[in-house]
Nanobody, 126 residues
Framework: VQLQASGGGLVQAGGSLRLSCTAS????????LGWFRQAPGKEREFVAV??????????VYADSVKGRFTISRDNSRNQMYLQMDSLKPEDTAVYYC??????????????????WGQGTQVTVSS
C-alpha cells in the first residue's frame, strides 16, 4: 500500500496551491482521508479530513484553515485533494496525506490513521 502526495511548492502569501494524493493497492472509497502538516520545530497537526463515502463523505477542518482550504475526494481516480487558498506564511509545512478506517470520534487523531504518504513541502513567503 502506498500513498503518494504531490503538488507542494513555493507560493506568495495570498496565493493558492492544490495538493493531490494518489493511492496504490488501497481503495480510498472505504477510508477516511485526512491531511496533516508539520512545520519546522513543531508537532504534526491535523488539517482536514473527508469521511469515508459510507459515512457521507463529509469534510471536517481545523479552525486554522476553515474557510481557506477545501478537501475533496475522487473515488473513481482513487485520489484525494486539498485546495489551499489565501495561503499564509504560517501554513508553511510539510503536508502529509493519510487514510484510515477509524470511528468518527477519532478522525482528527494522527494515531488513528493507518496509511501515510511521504509528505510534500509547502512554503508560503510573506
Amino acid at each position: 500500500v502506498q500513498l503518494q502526495a504531490s503538488g507542494g511548492g513555493l507560493v506568495q502569501a495570498g496565493g493558492s496551491l492544490r495538493l493531490s494524493c494518489t493511492a496504490s493497492d488501497l481503495t480510498l472509497r472505504n477510508h477516511n482521508l485526512g491531511w496533516f502538516r508539520q512545520a519546522p520545530g513543531k508537532e504534526r497537526e491535523f488539517v482536514a479530513v473527508v469521511t469515508a463515502s459510507s459515512r457521507g463523505g463529509r469534510p471536517v477542518y481545523a479552525d486554522s484553515v476553515k474557510g481557506r482550504f477545501t478537501i475533496s475526494r475522487d473515488n473513481s481516480r482513487n485520489q484525494m485533494y486539498l485546495q489551499m487558498d489565501s495561503l499564509k506564511p504560517e501554513d508553511t509545512a510539510v503536508y502529509y496525506c493519510a487514510a484510515g478506517i477509524q470511528v468518527l470520534s477519532a478522525i482528527a487523531m494522527e494515531s488513528a490513521y493507518r496509511y501515510w504518504g511521504q509528505g510534500t513541502q509547502v512554503t508560503v513567503s510573506s
